[in-house]
């Protein structure tokens, strides 16, 4: 099946800082990429996803970028919060499902 | 709106019980259905998913099985639990052809 992994396991940052969470997958073919967010004990929320014909893609606070030469894949946050500490999961799409990573443990100080 | 219901969200079970664990879906028709397991401080892994009533994809060989009874129903069960069963159960939906899925709140399962 297809591997989706993350470069570091966890990442602490100030908070106002950015935060930039990375990805790598190993499937060239896949066609759509998501991000999720997981407080804990909660269940995952989705933050933002991207296709394979973008290579960034903008929300609130969030920019996801996609390098499909090297299949890599980030999450960046402005201006972290507090309220941004939580695990986040990188995922792409195998037929119809999708494919996690391990995930990155964000924690914000103040 | 659509909600996902999941419950327990936890349970302590012998080794060697049954288990059950049921989730449903309201305000949408058709969906993709997944149940996943998260080991602690792990990531997501598939477990089953179904596309229909009745069709289970499962994407991992183990102690665990699954089935939809209905459109908007999905249950994990196994006949014996194993220690190794223990963990975050999470099940989630998508709509037919969609790709983002939509999580319930889980159930921690501890196999004693």
């Known amino acids: 099946g297809e591997s989706v992994g993350l470069h570091l396991p966890t990442l602490s940052v100030q908070e106002g800082d950015n935060s930039i969470i990375n990805c790598a997958y190993s499937n060239s073919a896949s066609d759509y990429f998501i991000w999720y967010k997981q407080e804990s004990g909660k269940g995952p929320q989705f933050i933002i996803d991207i296709r394979s014909n973008m290579d960034k893609r903008q929300g609130q606070r969030v920019t996801v970028l996609l390098n499909k030469t090297v299949k890599h894949l980030s999450l960046q946050i402005a201006a972290t919060q507090p309220g941004d500490s939580a695990v986040y999961f990188c995922?792409?799409?195998?037929?119809?499902?999708?494919?996690f990573g391990k995930g990155t443990t964000l924690s914000v100080s103040s | 709106s659509q909600t996902i219901h999941q419950w327990p969200a936890t349970l302590v079970q012998p080794v060697g019980s049954p288990l059950s664990l049921e989730c449903t879906v309201e305000?949408?028709?058709?969906?993709?259905l997944y149940w996943y397991r998260q080991a602690a401080g792990r990531g997501l892994q598939l477990l089953f998913y179904?596309?229909?009533?009745?069709?289970i994809s499962s994407e991992v060989p183990q102690n665990l099985s699954a089935s939809r009874p209905q459109d908007r129903q999905f249950i994990l069960s196994s006949k014996k639990l194993l220690l190794s069963d223990s963990g975050f159960y999470l099940c989630?939906?998508?709509?037919?052809?969609?790709?983002?899925?939509?999580f319930g709140s889980g159930t921690q399962l501890s196999v004693l």
């Open positions: 305000g949408t028709s058709n969906p993709n």
């Open positions: 995922a792409d799409r195998f037929g119809a499902a999708l494919i």
């Open positions: 179904s596309v229909g009533i009745g069709q």
């Open positions: 989630a939906w998508s709509s037919a052809g969609g790709e983002k899925l939509f």
